[in-house]
């Protein structure tokens, strides 16, 4: 079949690339077991990283904001989140495997408590913080979360608001920080505290503590496996979505050309 084809045609070792005329951006972490693996090693050694979980409205952003692709150059490592991101990368005979930042929640917090780090969750309101932490602390026995900060309405990731939770990290030894502020505050915010707090690990998680929290809810299991979570998340929010999701569909033709010519 045309699948089997291109699967026979894949070829492993090659990095996944979206090349822009100022910088190269590259899914470093092809799949779930590498980037824990990478991480494990990081918070043993208390070494920093900034974590990335690219999509397509990313790929969207990042095609007109300067600043988002600076931010994504400074991330250490990068998964693809999102579908499109892994037929883009079969396309281009370079596959990664999905790895959603909000399922990695639960495994990251895991790996922090194993090697003894504190957490920090950066971002949502105080009530989700407050939320999430409960249910993180309830699921990974061990788990030390002593700094829950969200940031005001109209938070500057380049601002003194920002300046001033990266020193908090810095002073609380943090090891890792999950930053649920969405695209491009929270990979902006993660670019900058790997200078001014080099020893955090930021993993930027979306929507994944609202998720936790209970304050959004994630489509069903059944959903995601048919990759049409897109679809479900935007029934529940038309307003937000529906626009977001018709600049991402019209990107995609040009990305798949790009996918095809990197053959």
């Excluded at 993993?203 to 609202?210: E, P, V, Y």
């Amino acid at each position: 079949t045309p699948a089997a084809m291109l699967k026979r045609k894949e070829v492993t070792g090659i990095d996944m690339q979206f090349v822009y005329p100022d910088v190269t951006l590259t899914v470093s972490q092809p799949h779930a077991a590498a980037l824990l693996a990478t991480v494990r090693d990081r918070l043993a050694q208390r070494q920093g990283f900034a974590l990335a979980t690219i999509n397509l409205d990313h790929l969207v952003k990042l095609r007109g904001d300067a600043s988002f692709r600076r931010a994504y150059a400074a991330q250490d490592l990068v998964v693809a989140d999102g579908n499109p991101i892994v037929w883009l990368s079969r396309m281009a005979r370079r596959p990664v495997q999905r790895v959603a930042g909000s399922d990695m929640v639960l495994p990251l917090a895991r790996l922090a408590a194993q090697a003894g780090v504190p957490v920090a969750l950066v971002g949502a309101t105080a009530a989700a913080l407050s939320s999430a932490a409960v249910t993180l602390q309830a699921e990974v026995p061990g788990l030390q979360i002593p700094l829950t900060l969200a940031p005001a309405m109209g938070f500057d990731p380049d601002g003194p608001e920002a300046a001033d939770i990266l020193r908090q990290l810095d002073e609380a030894g943090i090891g890792l920080a999950l930053l649920a502020l969405g695209a491009p505050k929270q990979e902006r915010l993660a670019a900058r505290g790997r200078a001014l707090a080099p020893q955090v690990g930021f993993a930027s998680i979306g929507a994944g503590l609202d998720f936790l929290a209970g304050t959004q809810r994630r489509a069903p299991v059944w959903v995601q496996q048919i990759a049409m979570e897109w679809a479900w998340r935007m029934m529940t929010n038309p307003k937000r979505l529906i626009p977001r999701y018709w600049a991402c569909l019209k990107l995609l033709p040009l990305e798949a050309l790009r996918a095809l010519r990197m053959r």
